[in-house]
C-alpha cells in the first residue's frame, strides 16, 4: 500500500481481555518494527522484524505481549490480559532496508490507540 | 547501554532560529535521525546523519559528532506549524532508541 496501516485506530478494552493490533507495512519493506507511546512521552521500542524474523525482542514488557509477522508482511501485536499500564498508542513503523544499511528511514503508521478501563 | 538525552521543551518566536540539541550512546551506531511529531500525529523524518558535519534541507539543518556523541537540529525562519516535537533517535544494532522528544512551542 502507499503507506504503513494499522488497525484498529483506536481500541477500548476491560482489564483482563486479549487484544490484538495489526500493521500492514509498506510493500517491499524488509523491516518491521513497534514501538509504544505513553501520553507525552517519547518512543518505547517494543520488537524489530527482519522479514518474518525477530532479532530483538528486547523490548517487549512482559511475557503477556507477543507479536508475529508472517509472509514477510503483516504483523500482529498480541497483548495478553491487559493491564491499565498498557494504557497507550502502538505505533508501527516500516523501512526498506534492513537496520545495518545506513540511511535506513522509519515510515510510521498513524498508530494504534489502547485504552485498558 | 543507550540513551538519548535532549531537551523536554523550548519555546522561540516566529521568523527566529532555534538549536535542538541531542546527546546519545548507543552500541553498533549506524546513524542519528529527527523526526518531526504533531500532537495526535506519527512520526515524519526530518533529517539523517551518519558522518561529522552538517546536513542541510531547507529550513532544516542537522549536525553530528560522532566522537562526542552529540547532534542537534536547527530550525530556520521559524514558522507556527513548527510547533511540534522533534525527536532524535539513535540507529544502533537491531534497533533505533529514541529520545522522549523536545516540544517546541512556536509563538507569535
Known amino acids: 500500500g502507499a503507506g504503513v496501516s494499522q488497525s484498529p485506530s483506536n481500541k477500548v478494552t476491560e482489564k483482563g481481555k486479549d487484544v490484538e493490533l495489526r500493521c500492514d507495512p509498506i510493500s517491499g519493506h524488509t523491516a518491521l518494527y513497534w514501538y509504544r507511546q505513553s501520553l507525552g512521552q517519547g518512543l518505547e521500542f517494543l520488537i524489530y522484524f527482519q522479514g518474518n524474523s525477530a532479532p530483538d525482542k528486547s523490548g517487549l514488557p512482559s511475557d503477556r505481549f507477543s507479536a508475529e509477522r508472517t509472509g514477510g508482511s503483516v504483523s500482529t501485536l498480541t497483548i495478553q490480559r491487559t493491564q491499565q499500564e498498557d494504557s497507550a498508542v502502538y505505533l508501527c513503523?516500516?523501512?526498506?532496508?534492513?537496520?545495518?544499511?545506513?540511511?535506513?528511514?522509519?515510515?510510521f503508521g498513524a498508530g494504534s490507540r489502547l485504552t485498558v478501563l | 547501554g543507550q540513551n538519548i538525552d535532549q531537551p523536554t521543551e523550548m519555546t522561540a518566536t516566529e521568523g527566529a532560529i532555534v538549536q535542538i540539541n541531542c546527546t546519545y550512546q548507543?552500541?553498533?551506531?549506524?546513524?542519528l535521525f529527527w523526526y518531526q511529531q504533531h500532537a495526535g500525529e506519527a512520526p515524519t523524518f526530518l533529517s539523517y546523519n551518519v558522518l561529522d558535519g552538517l546536513e542541510e534541507k531547507g529550513r532544516f539543518s542537522s549536525f553530528l559528532s560522532r566522537s562526542k556523541g552529540y547532534s542537534y537540529l536547527l530550525l530556520k525562519e521559524l514558522q507556527m506549524k513548527d510547533s511540534a516535537s522533534y525527536l532524535c533517535?539513535?540507529?544502533?544494532?537491531?534497533?533505533?532508541?529514541f529520545g522522549t522528544g523536545t516540544r517546541l512551542k512556536v509563538l507569535a
Open positions: 548507543t552500541s553498533g551506531f549506524n546513524g
Open positions: 513503523a516500516s523501512s526498506l532496508l534492513s537496520i545495518n544499511s545506513g540511511a535506513n528511514v522509519l515510515t
Open positions: 533517535a539513535s540507529s544502533g544494532t537491531y534497533k533505533y532508541i
